[in-house]
């Protein structure tokens, strides 16, 4: 096969100062036309400084050495003239946050077809011609529609479509996709994974996609390639990496993710109820100055229970009321009707002070550490300013936060720190801790573990694992990812467009799914026939 891309030798020094001396170092490896080649690795292994070291987007302070060739010709010595000549039209990147990467002034339809205008001489009848059958081919039904719209009227997966159609409209020979999926619930993950793979293999591209999800790499890899810390340290055939790594590295990766198959329920039948819902339901009102306002029903009569000590994991894709009923539970958002309980005492009927005192009953721990932390506040003081409102004094709120730190597996000092001198799974543990200095009945988890690396990611679900066994913690754990909630949770409720369509134990959900929409929903999670827990165990018996 032709190579499209060729990687040799490349080095890429980082400024004097930081806590090692190179993003990348002597990297090589081949994208061939034809083939998709994944680049594996943690947050911090050099993946994204090799993409934008490829695309010449690197910042300039930052000087490459070694060889980069798109079919042929050396990219480190190109000219900035000549890598805009060769972005989109030889080779294009897909981002892995649409939202960001999109102009949000400009609709969707004149972004794609900026492109064309910029780089073709075509009138622009034909660029909108061209622009339409993209949008097309991408999968947008309603072009006309989506043409005029602008990136914020758009769902996650119709940006990454528009993305998609920006990258593929001048049919570039490599296409670079950095993690394009992450942020994607299931079923919209898997129509964008295989739109990629349709269109590489009609035009017999080259692809180097860029994940840290070993579900994906199983289901579109040919090749993979694995950095730590910079550094090449595995690459080979897809079925060889995945069955027979040879890298402890490789080895600690795959075992880090989450089986499909469920773990055994702790759930005590016999338990009293700590937490229930009967008839939630929440209507937004949407519209505005020059539209109808209409009423959208994101959570309608939702009915769930959780015993004591029990977590019920809400499933389902973005947009179908999970975090709407939380945000409702925790009366962080206002019911539109319905009754909640936690324990004998019913919640959507409170207000005011009243509401207050309950209020550290039932504690939140979001999607993203890094929003959920004030910057400008050190660790301590946001850990204590709960126990405190509540009646603590500073010393015992400090000796609390300074056990709860220990707790999940930080040192006492982290409390003089601010939240940017972590990592995302540091602030992750941070945010449980905060949650936990509130000794809560009840422990809401939007998302924990959705942003992590596979390998930080285990390590939150494990310290999850033993907040509950030593604390018998009642939890409510929302996710998108059903290999995280077969690990996590003892029962799952199901919700689709703000109504739940299944809720029962979490095998019998996994073994023998009664509606369609759980049926869809498994059978689109990618690497769902690997068995990755298995060989989790093959591994700790090397």
Same mark, same amino acid.
């Given at each position: ?41 943690? %947050?911090? %292994? ?89 949008? $097309? ?21 119709? !940006?990454? $479509? ?141 009915? #769930?229970?959780?015993?004591? =000590? ?32 936690? =324990? ?9 002070? !009243? ?45 609390? @936060? ?22 995302? =799974?540091?602030?992750? $543990? ?52 059903? $290999? ?37 929903? #498994? ?16 591994? @700790?018996?090397?």
């Amino acid at each position: 096969m032709t190579a499209a891309l060729e990687v040799a030798h490349l080095t890429v020094a980082l400024p004097a100062g930081g806590e090692r001396t190179h993003a990348v170092r002597d990297v090589s490896f081949a994208v061939n036309r034809g083939e998709i080649v994944c680049l594996v690795g943690e %947050s911090g %292994s050099g993946k994204s400084v090799t993409a934008q070291t490829v695309m010449g987007l690197l910042p300039r302070t930052l000087r490459p050495v070694g060889a980069v060739r798109l079919e042929g010709e050396e990219i480190l010595l190109a000219g900035e003239a000549r890598l805009r000549d060769l972005r989109t039209t030889r080779m294009s990147m897909i981002f892995q946050e649409p939202m960001t990467a999109l102009n949000p002034v400009m609709t969707c339809g004149d972004q794609v077809d900026e492109v064309l205008a910029t780089h073709t001489p075509l009138g622009a009848a034909a660029r909108r011609e061209k622009t339409f059958a993209m949008l $097309r081919r991408v999968g947008i039904a309603d072009a006309e529609r989506i043409n005029a719209a602008y990136p914020h009227q758009l769902s996650g997966g119709q !940006r990454q $479509r528009i993305m998609i159609a920006m990258a593929l409209v001048l049919e570039p020979v490599l296409l670079i996709a950095d993690e394009p999926t992450t942020a994607l619930d299931v079923t919209t993950q898997a129509q964008i994974l295989k739109l990629i793979q349709d269109i590489q293999r009609e035009r017999g591209m080259a692809v180097l996609f860029i994940t840290h999800d070993f579900g994906v790499v199983s289901e579109i890899a040919d090749r993979v390639a694995v950095l730590r810390l910079g550094e090449l340290v595995e690459l080979g055939a897809m079925r060889d990496v995945l069955m027979r790594p040879r890298h402890a590295y490789t080895r600690t990766l795959i075992a880090s993710v989450p089986s499909m198959v469920p773990r055994a329920s702790l759930r005590d039948t016999s338990a009293p109820v700590m937490l229930r819902t009967e008839n939630l339901t929440k209507v937004y009102a949407d519209g505005g100055l020059f539209r109808k306002r209409r009423p959208v029903r994101a959570a309608e009569a939702v009915s #769930i229970e959780i015993r004591r =000590g029990e977590v019920l994991g809400i499933v389902g894709e973005s947009g179908s009321g999970k975090s709407t009923v939380a945000r409702c539970i925790a009366r962080l958002i206002e019911p539109t009707a319905g009754r909640i309980w936690l =324990g004998p005492d019913e919640l959507a009927a409170m207000s005011g002070r !009243r509401l207050r005192k309950h209020r550290r009953r039932i504690q939140i721990v979001f999607q993203d550490p890094y929003r959920s932390l004030n910057p400008r506040r050190k660790v301590g003081e946001s850990i204590i300013e709960g126990p405190m409102n509540f009646g603590l004094s500073r010393a015992e709120a400090v000796a609390r @936060a300074a056990g709860l730190l220990e707790f999940v597996r930080l040192d006492r000092n982290a409390l003089e720190r601010f939240p940017q001198e972590f990592s995302g =799974g540091q602030r992750q $543990r941070i945010c449980i801790a905060r949650a936990l200095a509130m000794e809560p009945e009840l422990l809401i988890a939007d998302e924990p573990v959705s942003a992590l690396d596979v390998s930080v990611q285990a390590q939150v679900l494990r310290l999850f694992a033993d907040v509950r066994k030593r604390l018998g913690l009642t939890m409510l754990f929302i996710t998108h990812d059903l $290999r995280v909630a077969a690990q996590v949770c003892d029962t799952v409720a199901v919700m689709q467009r703000g109504k739940v369509v299944e809720h029962g134990e979490v095998a019998r959900i996994f073994s023998d799914p009664q509606h369609a929409y759980t049926r869809a929903l #498994i059978e689109a999670a990618p690497g769902r026939h690997w068995n990755f827990g298995a060989f989790a165990h093959a591994v @700790a018996g090397r």
